[in-house]
């Protein structure tokens, strides 16, 4: 793996090392599983490479006494590992990695919406039967963007959810006003658009195409449009650039940036297929 550094064996599976991926100098511990080419890694919360060799022993021999007895190994609570992941996130955004936008998004779910749900469950009793639940679970709890009712599938507008998005745009001093359906359409999907050719820039999506599908199969995107990404080829990679720099001189740069790759783009005058054309 690139981003371990500084890597030393203190025996046959056990290793520490520090990461390149982050600012701070802290070390880590990595142990190999018996039984397979498996691994648990373990912050040791020190930068000092003493401390870091005792910690690792003490990790590695409470890894072998859970295999002895049984004991699950990833056994942490699903919001320790959710708030582990959250910082890691903030400091990529410190780097300069991913954008505000994208921290604060992956933060604000997890507080509001995850933790509530499975924040006290250990992680290895969550399994794919529990996160199919959880739309039910937010529908029988009356959370989200609609109120459901007991008994009434018919949603409704939800008092606390406007309320929340009147004092956001209060605090925005984004004043209330009527919208064109133009308009509406360009907010709505121009910011998820651009967010697309950042995860594409950042390696996290490997082609446009593989974004279009999670959005029409899995979020209900119009298939008729092929998907967020060839929209964009669709209505043209300028005309997106434009109105993306249009909200931004509005509403600021928070959701409006345009992705350097799309400026990129749009600059060489090249479409998303020359640029995945040229990377292959």
């Known amino acids: 793996m690139s981003f371990l550094v500084d ?8 290793i520490i090392f520090r990461r390149a991926d982050v600012k701070h100098k802290k070390w880590y ?9 498996r691994y648990k890694s373990v912050s040791l919360k020190t930068a000092d490479i003493d401390a870091a060799r005792e910690r690792a022993f003490d990790q590695d021999a409470d890894l072998r006494f859970r295999i002895k007895h049984d004991v699950p190994i990833f056994n942490r609570p699903f ?20 954008a505000h936008k994208r921290w604060k998004n992956i933060e604000s779910v997890i507080t509001a919406q995850l933790n509530r749900y499975v924040g006290s469950i250990q992680i290895n009793l969550i399994g794919h039967d529990r996160w199919k639940s959880y739309p039910l679970w ?3 709890n009356g959370k989200g963007y609609y109120k459901y009712l007991p008994g009434d599938r018919t949603r409704h507008d939800d008092p606390e959810a406007i309320e929340i998005l009147k004092r956001r745009a209060r605090e925005l001093e984004v004043a209330s006003q009527s919208h064109s359906e133009q308009e509406i359409l360009e907010r709505c999907l121009y910011p998820l658009i651009n967010e697309g050719f950042r995860i594409l820039e950042e390696g996290i999506a490997q082609r446009a195409s593989d974004i ?22 669709t209505i043209g990679l300028p005309t997106l650039l434009e109105g993306l720099n249009r909200y931004r001189a509005r509403f600021g740069p928070m959701h409006w940036e345009p992705a350097s790759l799309l400026v990129k783009l749009v600059k060489e005058g090249r479409s998303l297929a020359a640029w995945e054309a040229q990377r292959a």
Do not use: N
């Not at 511990?29 to 080419?37: A, E, I, S, T, Y």
């Not at 279009?212 to 080829?233: I, S």
């Open 212 to 233: 279009d599908v999670v959005w029409c199969a899995g979020y209900g995107f119009p298939r008729y449009r092929g998907g967020p990404m060839f929209h964009a080829e």
């Open 79 to 98: 919001s320790q590992i959710a708030k582990d992941f959250a910082g890691l996130q903030k400091e990529r955004y410190e780097a300069g990695q991913i």
């Open 7 to 14: 890597t030393q064996e203190l025996k046959p599976g056990l």
């Open 138 to 140: 937010r529908q029988k």
């Open 29 to 37: 511990c990595r142990m190999k599983l018996p039984g397979g080419d």
